[in-house]
């Protein structure tokens, strides 16, 4: 298993900008898919975005495509999530995973590691 450590989150207000980071250690960051998900006050955890090992290949949800780009740095075992033009209902705790595998997965079982979430708020 990788460890995984969010950062990131913040206020910011509709229609602005953010930048999540999720480092990881304790394994080979290039062999893993990652994956970003969600969950807000009340609600299942919903997936996000993800990227295969060598950042070739990205998918996202409906919700953030379009406003939401992930990209990886293997050189710096980190993976991102920009995140553009948000809006409320993006407000949520945002997790980041780690599959290891060469495919992408949206289903949070198909995931083993997980960091302790990063919150971002977005107001009105």
């Known amino acids: 298993q990788v460890q995984l450590v969010e950062s990131g989150g913040g206020l910011v207000q509709a229609g602005g900008s953010l930048r999540l980071s999720c480092a990881a250690s304790?394994?080979?960051?290039?062999?893993?898919?990652m994956g970003w998900f969600r969950q807000a006050p009340g609600k299942e955890r919903e997936f996000v975005a993800a990227?295969?090992?060598?950042?070739?290949?990205?998918y996202y949800a409906d919700s953030v495509k379009g406003r939401f780009t992930i990209s990886r740095d293997n050189a710096k075992n980190t993976v991102y999530l920009h995140m553009n033009s948000l809006k409320p209902e993006d407000t949520a705790v945002y997790y980041c995973?780690?599959?290891?595998?060469?495919?992408?997965?949206?289903?949070?079982?198909?995931?083993?590691?997980w960091g302790q979430g990063t919150q971002v708020t977005v107001s009105s």
């Open positions: 990227i295969s090992p060598s950042g070739r290949s990205t």
């Open positions: 304790g394994g080979t960051f290039s062999s893993f898919s």
């Open positions: 995973a780690a599959r290891r595998s060469n495919t992408i997965a949206t289903i949070e079982g198909l995931y083993g590691s």
